[in-house]
């Protein structure tokens, strides 16, 4: 185990490099790689992996969907194999989750963080981020309505997580009420019903 005195250094080591994991974002670099443009100019002109999928790429968006969630996966891990408990994994994944939601490299104009949410419950509780990730993929398929399913899942998903009774509890209800913030318009567009559907190719 690591001495008293560095674990406010491998504390802080490991945030960082989940916040910087986290700000990789790989939305614009998936729709640059595939020749679909600067994905702040498409549709929402957000940079994650539904609005990806507005271009009319699916695996361009798949593959946004599957790294934007390993940042959140890869972060808990780090801090696992340095030897931390599980309080500096939640905390390297929250990290990760404030770097895609804050991303240091394209002006802190970051995604709304569901990807690197659900990769982040999945590596910490497995269980929970399975629960989660059914919770979204159920609540679109009855509703095909990306945002709603998402704030959904980020409702439950700290409820799992107290069900099962583990830790990082704390961290995920930060997480899911990020979520709700970053989804403000989104939740205006609901109560309006002008929420656009998956698949959809929506103007900005």
């Known amino acids: 185990m690591p001495e008293i005195a560095t674990l406010p250094v491998l504390f802080a080591l490991v945030a960082i490099t989940g916040y910087l994991l986290g700000s990789v974002p790989f939305g614009i670099l998936m729709a640059r790689a595939f020749g679909l443009g600067d994905l702040r100019k498409?549709?929402?002109?957000?940079?994650?992996?539904?609005?990806?999928?507005?271009?009319g790429n699916r695996t361009a968006a798949a593959l946004t969907l599957g790294l934007d969630?390993?940042?959140?996966?890869?972060?808990?891990?780090?801090?696992?194999?340095a030897g931390l408990a599980e309080d500096a994994a939640a905390l390297a994944g929250l990290a990760a989750f404030l770097?895609?939601?804050?991303?240091?490299?394209?002006?802190?104009?970051?995604?709304?963080?569901?990807?690197?949410f659900l990769g982040t419950l999945l590596a910490l509780t497995p269980?929970?981020?399975?629960?989660?990730?059914?919770?979204?993929?159920?609540?679109a398929a009855v509703f095909r309505i990306s945002s709603l399913?998402?704030?959904?899942?980020?409702?439950?998903a700290p409820l799992y997580m107290l069900a099962l009774g583990e830790g990082g509890a704390l961290a995920a209800a930060l997480m899911a009420a990020l979520v709700y913030v970053r989804h403000g318009a989104n939740i205006a567009r609901l109560r309006a019903g002008t929420e656009p559907r998956i698949g959809a190719k929506g103007a900005k």
């Open 69 to 81: 969630a390993a940042k959140g996966a890869a972060a808990v891990l780090i801090a696992r194999a």
């Open 127 to 139: 269980l929970a981020g399975v629960a989660a990730c059914a919770t979204w993929l159920v609540t």
């Open 42 to 55: 498409v549709g929402s002109g957000n940079i994650g992996a539904t609005n990806v999928l507005r271009t």
């Open 149 to 156: 399913s998402a704030l959904v899942a980020a409702a439950l």
């Open 99 to 116: 770097g895609h939601l804050f991303p240091v490299w394209i002006g802190f104009r970051g995604g709304k963080g569901v990807a690197t």
